[in-house]
Every structure is written in C-alpha cells, then in structure tokens.
C-alpha cells in the first residue's frame, strides 16, 4: 500500500537527485564543487586540507580530462578520495566550475620524444626528489594553513601514484616540467638547468612508476580488527595502576583520566566501574598533526579500563591499523605502526 | 520535531534541506568548511549538537606547541558527545566500539575558517561483522549530518 509517509519519502529521494541540478537541467557545478571539495580545497580553490586548484599555472597545464580523471579516481594513500558517487555528468560540471577561474584554455607543449627512464631517474633524484620522494611518492603532510611551515607553500604532489598516473597525460607532465608551477617550488626545466632531452627522460621515468604501482597504503588495514582488546585478570584499581606505569614506562605522559560517559547526563554507566586514560607525547601528538590534521580525532593516545557485566576487566584502544584506513594517506603508514605497538605494549602488560 | 511526527510535506522540505547540505563524504570522513572563527564555531558546534538531543560532554584541546614550531594556527579542539543510554548499551555489547565513543568532531582553524572532521558513523558498521542491529549508526549519521550542516548555514 503506497502511504502518504511512501509518496513523501519518495518526493524527498527526487528531489534530493534533481538538487545539484540548476532548473532541474544541468547539474550546478559551484553548488556541487561547495559540497564536495570546498571543504579541503577551499571556496576559490585556494588550497587547505587539500591542494590549490586556482593556481594559474595548474590551470594552464591540464586538461578538462585531467580534473574529471582526478575526481573520478581521486588519490589513493594521498587523502583525495576518490568520488564514484558522482555522476560524469556531475563530475564534468564540477571540472567546469574550475576551470572558471582560469583566463583561457590549458596550453599544453608538443608532444615530446620517447625519453630514457634510466637516465630520466638520475635527473630526478638530482632535481625533483627532495620535494616529491626519492619515489616519487610526495612530499609529507598536507593543508596550506595548519598543517604547513611557512616556508612551504604547497607540499609536492605524489607522481608515483595510480591515481595521477591515470589522470596526467604525457603532454601534462611535459608541460609541468617545461613550465612549472609560480606559487611553488616547482621551477620551470629550463631555470633548473634541464634539457629538453633531460625533459622527456624524467617524463619517461615519472611514466615507468606506472609498471611498478602498489597500493597507496590507504586501505592496507582493511582486515584489521576495529579495536585491541585484552583481558586483565586483575581487579580493575590495580588494572588501572598497572596501566598508569606501562604508559609511564614508555615516556608517555598522562594527560588526563576520567570515566568513559564523563560530562554525559544520567552519570556512571550503570554501576560498572570505567575509566578512560588520555596520554601521549607532545612532539609526537605534533607530527601526526601536520602529516594530518585530521588525525587529532584520535589523538591524544587513550586506553579504556571497564568492568564488564560478568565483573571481567576489559582494557582496549582503538587499532591504529584500522582506524588509518580513514584518512586513505599513505603517510600515516609508519606511524600507525609505531602507535600499534605501544599500544600492544602497554595492553600486553595486563593480558592474561 | 521529528520529520515522522509532523506533516509530510513539511518532513519533506526538512529532509530535503539535510540533503542539501550534506557534508562531504570522503573515504569514512564527514568535513565541512564554515566562514566562522574557531570560538565562534566552537560555540555554534555544541549548540548544534544539543539541539540534535546530545550531551556535549566535554571540549579538549588537541595540539599543544604547533605555533612555536612554526606553523600558522594552533587551533585545534575535538568535541566529544553523546547519549548517556546508548554510550551505556553500546559499550556493554559491542566492546569493540569503546575507544571510539563517546562520538567526537575535531575543530580546527585555516585562515579565516574553520574545519570540522568526524568519522562517518555508519563506518561503525562494519565494526560489528554483521553482529547485532546497527540502525542506530545510521540514525547517528543523520543526526551528526544535520548538525555538521547547521554549521555550514550559521
């Protein structure tokens, strides 16, 4: 039976797909670029969590195909994710609100010759490596304001990445390299010092990363559990104690402790006795900060002591393994590491 | 007032406005950009946040030198949020979501605005392996979608 509550649900999931739509027509492109990419890029494409689009020299060296290839596939491991839900039609009135901001069409260079990789990889370990990875696998950190000194206007991009790889033509990477990019570090070939032979090797050798391409580290986790746990065979004080000095002897510092529904209305979760500790280490809180901002949803480190119903004490904290997979930033990988061991550490002190 | 209980076409217009803003769905993360200072936004947060029928339980500061290392804003706070009653069940049944609750919104400056990043809620899902009804994370999307969208309108 189609009920009044069916017909309004269904005028609402309409309505919902039309929005985005101008007059129900073509999709508008400012109002979708604001909900899906003003967010990190900013309102004018000024940059933030995610790179400036507005640069003129961006604009000028890539294609319509560039931007919706980029969209459409996003960055794997380098935070831009990649947005299926979109549809081409959508997509391509996002590329065109971009390209807005741009005087004219890109101007690509000629197409080059086939270049030697060989060589091309001495040239960038001379010329390229210190700001894109001796990989090519970028730069570290992201953001134009937080997350970024103020001697680094952008952080170089990652080339040796499948998501570039399938977005940037030779003619782009030609043009990049031949031009560079004002407002970043990235000189034109030419005041470097380069050849246009040099030019179409280090093209030749960005282009071979594509044979050796892996996983951006964005969802090496996935199998992870959510969450380490361990049992304490001990009562919950002395689980507590014996925590505090595991955190201590890692030269972590206890920030603060207190019950797990703390601040929240009706108190102390039925009687069970909880506690949640807050520690970490400031210079360490610091660089997982700027290699993402977005880390500090998990920062500091924490660990949750709770009696469960069967008077059972439960220690866990959350498994830096899964929880990485969120950012999709390859970056976090070591990191993660590092903090999926301490905590291992610390819960292994109590397990049974 | 629940979009259930009032007239189906207001639900409608009020379902519809949640769409329209809805905040970016980026690899497990909800962000919205607002035009606001961080203490403004700040405060417009917890107002959002009760107004959606949570506890604001308490307001953290996350960084703690980065100016001094040479960076341009140190403004950075996590909200921390929630029912007292689902914190209570969730965390006697699924111990596995315990060091992702109480819910938390990270806030932070850049330039002139300010940033908020959550987990999307329903990735808590997945946290269960099929096990037990999950409809509350979605509900809890909903909920942290309208207030996340506020944001962006105040």
């Given at each position: 039976m189609k009920t009044r509550f069916g017909r309004t649900i269904s005028m609402v999931v309409f309505l919902s797909i039309a929005w985005g739509s101008s007059a129900f027509g073509e999709p508008d492109g400012a109002r979708l670029y604001a909900i899906n990419c003003a967010a990190c890029h900013g309102d004018r494409g000024d940059g933030g969590i995610g790179v400036p689009l507005s640069l003129p020299d961006f604009l000028s060296s890539v294609t319509d195909e560039y931007l919706f290839l980029t969209i459409r596939h996003g960055r794997p491991g380098r935070i831009m994710p990649s947005f299926q839900h979109l549809s081409d039609q959508q997509t391509r009135a996002i590329v065109r609100h971009i390209r807005n901001w741009a005087a004219g069409e890109p101007k690509l260079a000629a197409k080059g010759t086939p270049g030697d990789p060989r060589r091309g990889r001495d040239i960038f370990a001379r010329h390229c490596a210190r700001c894109h990875g001796p990989l090519g696998k970028g730069g570290t950190g992201t953001g134009v304001n937080f997350t970024r000194l103020h001697d680094q206007p952008v952080v170089a991009p990652g080339l040796n990445n499948a998501g570039f790889l399938a977005a940037a033509s030779d003619r782009i990477i030609r043009t990049t390299l031949l031009k560079g990019r004002r407002g970043t570090p990235m000189q034109p070939a030419a005041k470097m010092g380069l050849s246009i032979q040099d030019v179409d090797d280090v093209g030749s050798y960005i282009r071979s990363f594509e044979k050796g391409l892996e996983n951006g580290g964005g969802n090496s986790g996935a199998a992870a559990e959510p969450a380490l746990i361990t049992t304490s065979p001990l009562p919950f004080a002395e689980t507590v104690e014996r925590i505090k000095q595991a955190i201590s002897a890692r030269h972590q510092r206890i920030i603060r402790e207190h019950p797990l529904d703390d601040g929240l209305s009706t108190g102390r979760a039925g009687g069970r006795k909880h506690l949640v500790i807050y520690f970490g280490n400031i210079r360490h809180i610091n660089t997982l900060l700027t290699i993402d901002p977005r880390m500090g949803l998990f920062l500091p480190n924490r660990v949750t002591i709770m009696e469960q119903n069967d008077g059972k004490v439960v220690v866990s904290a959350v498994n830096p393994l899964r929880f990485r997979n969120l950012f999709n930033n390859a970056n976090l990988e070591h990191t993660s590491r590092e903090m999926h061991e301490l905590y291992s550490a610390i819960l292994g002190e109590v397990s049974e | 007032m629940s979009p259930a209980r009032c007239h189906p076409g207001r639900a409608a217009l009020f379902l519809l406005l949640i769409l329209m803003a809805l905040p970016v769905w980026?690899?497990?993360?909800?962000?919205?950009?607002?035009?606001?200072?961080?203490?403004?936004?700040?405060?417009?947060?917890?107002?959002?946040?009760?107004?959606?029928?949570?506890?604001?339980?308490?307001?953290?500061?996350?960084?703690?030198?980065?100016?001094?290392?040479?960076?341009?804003?140190?403004?950075?706070?996590?909200?921390?949020?929630?029912?007292?009653?689902?914190?209570?069940?969730?965390?006697?049944?699924?111990?596995?979501?315990?060091?992702?609750?109480?819910?938390?919104?990270?806030?932070?400056?850049?330039?002139?605005?300010?940033?908020?990043?959550?987990v999307d809620p329903s990735t808590y899902r997945e946290f269960l392996d099929g096990a037990g009804d999950s409809a509350i994370f979605d509900r809890w999307r909903e909920e942290i979608s309208a207030i996340l969208s506020r944001m962006t309108n105040r």
């Amino acid at each position: 039976m189609k009920t009044r509550f069916g017909r309004t649900i269904s005028m609402v999931v309409f309505l919902s797909i039309a929005w985005g739509s101008s007059a129900f027509g073509e999709p508008d492109g400012a109002r979708l670029y604001a909900i899906n990419c003003a967010a990190c890029h900013g309102d004018r494409g000024d940059g933030g969590i995610g790179v400036p689009l507005s640069l003129p020299d961006f604009l000028s060296s890539v294609t319509d195909e560039y931007l919706f290839l980029t969209i459409r596939h996003g960055r794997p491991g380098r935070i831009m994710p990649s947005f299926q839900h979109l549809s081409d039609q959508q997509t391509r009135a996002i590329v065109r609100h971009i390209r807005n901001w741009a005087a004219g069409e890109p101007k690509l260079a000629a197409k080059g010759t086939p270049g030697d990789p060989r060589r091309g990889r001495d040239i960038f370990a001379r010329h390229c490596a210190r700001c894109h990875g001796p990989l090519g696998k970028g730069g570290t950190g992201t953001g134009v304001n937080f997350t970024r000194l103020h001697d680094q206007p952008v952080v170089a991009p990652g080339l040796n990445n499948a998501g570039f790889l399938a977005a940037a033509s030779d003619r782009i990477i030609r043009t990049t390299l031949l031009k560079g990019r004002r407002g970043t570090p990235m000189q034109p070939a030419a005041k470097m010092g380069l050849s246009i032979q040099d030019v179409d090797d280090v093209g030749s050798y960005i282009r071979s990363f594509e044979k050796g391409l892996e996983n951006g580290g964005g969802n090496s986790g996935a199998a992870a559990e959510p969450a380490l746990i361990t049992t304490s065979p001990l009562p919950f004080a002395e689980t507590v104690e014996r925590i505090k000095q595991a955190i201590s002897a890692r030269h972590q510092r206890i920030i603060r402790e207190h019950p797990l529904d703390d601040g929240l209305s009706t108190g102390r979760a039925g009687g069970r006795k909880h506690l949640v500790i807050y520690f970490g280490n400031i210079r360490h809180i610091n660089t997982l900060l700027t290699i993402d901002p977005r880390m500090g949803l998990f920062l500091p480190n924490r660990v949750t002591i709770m009696e469960q119903n069967d008077g059972k004490v439960v220690v866990s904290a959350v498994n830096p393994l899964r929880f990485r997979n969120l950012f999709n930033n390859a970056n976090l990988e070591h990191t993660s590491r590092e903090m999926h061991e301490l905590y291992s550490a610390i819960l292994g002190e109590v397990s049974e | 007032m629940s979009p259930a209980r009032c007239h189906p076409g207001r639900a409608a217009l009020f379902l519809l406005l949640i769409l329209m803003a809805l905040p970016v769905w980026a690899d497990n993360l909800l962000i919205v950009r607002t035009h606001q200072p961080l203490a403004s936004a700040l405060e417009n947060l917890k107002r959002s946040i009760r107004e959606e029928g949570y506890d604001v339980a308490r307001v953290d500061m996350v960084n703690i030198g980065l100016l001094g290392m040479g960076y341009t804003s140190s403004d950075y706070r996590a909200v921390f949020f929630g029912k007292a009653e689902e914190l209570d069940e969730l965390s006697r049944n699924y111990p596995q979501l315990v060091p992702y609750l109480p819910l938390r919104i990270a806030v932070f400056s850049e330039g002139d605005s300010t940033l908020l990043v959550t987990v999307d809620p329903s990735t808590y899902r997945e946290f269960l392996d099929g096990a037990g009804d999950s409809a509350i994370f979605d509900r809890w999307r909903e909920e942290i979608s309208a207030i996340l969208s506020r944001m962006t309108n105040r």
